[in-house]
């Protein structure tokens, strides 16, 4: 297993048209999150997941952002009629989670989205 | 509202010095802190949790409930520790990071 991956890495795209990202977990990690970087901040939350269910989803940036992970296993993030604000790095991680307890989250490499 | 602030967005000391990256928290309840480490062209990753209260790469990072505080600290810093540090709360709240460069 060679960690956290996402495809693609970079994405440049023109304004009003839909973007699909795609992460694979660690295999082993039952959690799965969605984050918005953008330049000189923090990641930003967006979502997560619990196998396949989709337990946070209310800070999803709006409307036009969905998320899915339809077997418990690879996830993907999803905008519509994308905007040039929404131009940033996308990152996805991954964990363990059992019992209550929070456990470490393994990044991936993250998507730049540009939208010209 | 969970929040962390970190508030230096540069941080810049000689080799050998010691080294404090600062990070306040707002949350009632009791908190799980982090703190992540994004070296150059790497991805980001784990530097150190408050609950196993271990010194990573010779860095410590003390929770203080009081102050609301879970500061970085390292006495000797090296060249290699250049990079970005986020702390992080309750699994999904990152401060805006600071970057630090050590000065050979």
């Known amino acids: 297993d060679t960690g956290v991956s996402q495809d693609p890495r970079h994405k440049i795209t023109k304004r009003g048209q839909n973007v699909t990202f795609r992460c694979d977990p660690i295999?082993?990690?039952?959690?799965l999150y969605w984050y918005r970087q953008t330049l000189g901040q923090g990641p930003e939350f967006l979502t997560y997941?619990?196998?396949?269910?989709?337990?946070?989803k209310s800070r999803l940036l709006s409307d036009r952002f969905s998320a899915e992970r339809p077997k418990g296993s690879f996830s993907t993030l999803e905008i519509q009629r994308t905007e040039q604000g929404d131009s940033a790095m996308y990152l996805c991680?991954?964990?363990?989670?059992?019992?209550?307890?929070?456990?470490?989250?393994?990044f991936g490499p993250g998507t730049r989205l540009t939208v010209t | 509202a969970q929040r962390v602030t970190q508030p230096e967005k540069l941080l810049s000391v000689f080799k050998g010095a010691p080294v404090e990256l600062k990070c306040n928290y707002s949350y009632s309840g009791s908190p799980e802190l982090f703190w992540y480490v994004q070296y150059s062209r790497q991805r980001l990753q784990l530097l150190l949790r408050h609950i196993s209260r271990e010194s990573i790469k010779g860095f410590t990072a003390d929770l203080n409930k009081g102050e609301t505080s879970f500061h970085l600290k390292k006495p000797f810093a090296q060249e290699e520790d250049s990079a970005m540090y986020y702390c992080a709360l309750n699994q999904f709240y990152f401060g805006t990071g600071t970057s630090l460069t050590v000065i050979p």
């Open positions: 991680a991954s964990s363990e989670q059992l019992a209550g307890a929070i456990y470490e989250q393994y």
């Open positions: 997941f619990q196998n396949e269910a989709q337990l946070e």
């Open positions: 295999s082993e990690h039952n959690r």
